[in-house]
């Protein structure tokens, strides 16, 4: 199947916030933005295209930060986001204070810090000036030809940096072994009863992987 990775445009913008939810979800219904803020996925859903059309520059909600695979039709097949980490105003505060203006109607004072501080249980820091990955998805008829792994490649051998993070639920053992395969090795992980169970999580482990280069 011949395919091309190419920047997002605003045509794609449905496709990766189905990118967002699914990466997320990894076959429950939890989505840490939806429970963190007491929204449904309709107003979530409503609330990124938003900030993707305004073009906020909020880490990583931006075109600027997204790549897709697309078919000769240009129809979408894979999507990620892809970004430097900045060194002050990390992308999870961004996308959190982002998430609290917008629903600020309904997050009282007391509410911003219990959500902050639930925030903070699911979240590993990610490494200023790492080049980050998230949100990878691709449509399961899809799966399995090597488009995420060529995706991937095809940005850190283009990128001018040697330093490259991703963070990946450990029940999410098929992306962990695309991860390792390309060079990824776990720097971190947080584990912590009852974040499924209180819907944080689609997992109670996340681990954090950094990959230095192709040598």
Same mark, same amino acid.
């Given at each position: 199947?011949?395919?091309?990775?190419?920047?997002?445009?605003?045509?794609?913008?449905?496709? +990766?916030?189905?990118? =967002?939810?699914?990466?997320?979800?990894?076959?429950?219904?939890?989505?840490?933005?939806?429970?963190?803020?007491?929204?449904?996925?309709?107003? +979530?859903?409503?609330?990124?295209?938003?900030?993707?059309?305004?073009?906020?520059?909020?880490?990583?909600?931006?075109?600027?930060?997204?790549? =897709?695979?697309?078919?000769?039709?240009?129809?979408?097949?894979?999507?990620?986001?892809?970004?430097?980490?900045?060194?002050?105003?990390?992308?999870?505060?961004?996308?959190?204070?982002?998430?609290?203006?917008?629903?600020?109607?309904? =997050?009282?004072?007391?509410?911003?810090?219990?959500?902050?501080?639930?925030?903070?249980?699911?979240?590993?820091?990610?490494?200023?000036?790492?080049?980050?990955?998230?949100?990878?998805?691709?449509?399961?008829?899809?799966?399995?030809?090597?488009?995420?792994?060529?995706?991937?490649?095809? +940005?850190?051998?283009?990128?001018?940096?040697?330093?490259?993070?991703?963070? =990946?639920?450990?029940?999410?053992?098929?992306?962990?072994?695309?991860?390792?395969?390309?060079?990824?090795?776990?720097?971190?992980?947080?584990?912590?009863?009852? +974040?499924?169970?209180?819907?944080?999580?689609?997992?109670?482990?996340?681990?954090?992987?950094?990959?230095?280069?192709?040598?």
């Amino acid at each position: 199947m011949k395919y091309k990775i190419r920047k997002a445009e605003i045509k794609d913008i449905p496709f +990766l916030i189905q990118s =967002v939810f699914q990466s997320e979800k990894i076959g429950t219904d939890i989505i840490s933005y939806c429970t963190l803020f007491d929204i449904p996925e309709n107003t +979530l859903s409503e609330q990124l295209n938003e900030a993707f059309i305004e073009d906020f520059q909020i880490l990583p909600w931006s075109l600027t930060h997204w790549y =897709v695979s697309v078919n000769e039709r240009d129809t979408p097949l894979a999507a990620l986001a892809y970004w430097r980490e900045p060194e002050i105003s990390n992308s999870e505060i961004q996308k959190f204070q982002y998430l609290s203006f917008i629903n600020k109607n309904k =997050v009282t004072q007391p509410d911003f810090m219990n959500r902050y501080d639930q925030l903070k249980q699911i979240a590993i820091n990610r490494e200023p000036n790492h080049y980050q990955f998230d949100f990878l998805f691709t449509e399961d008829e899809y799966r399995g030809q090597g488009i995420m792994f060529n995706m991937m490649n095809v +940005l850190i051998n283009e990128s001018s940096t040697s330093n490259f993070q991703i963070q =990946v639920l450990e029940s999410n053992s098929k992306a962990k072994k695309l991860y390792e395969r390309i060079g990824f090795v776990e720097n971190k992980r947080i584990t912590l009863s009852g +974040l499924k169970e209180k819907k944080l999580l689609a997992d109670n482990t996340k681990i954090n992987m950094i990959f230095y280069g192709k040598k």
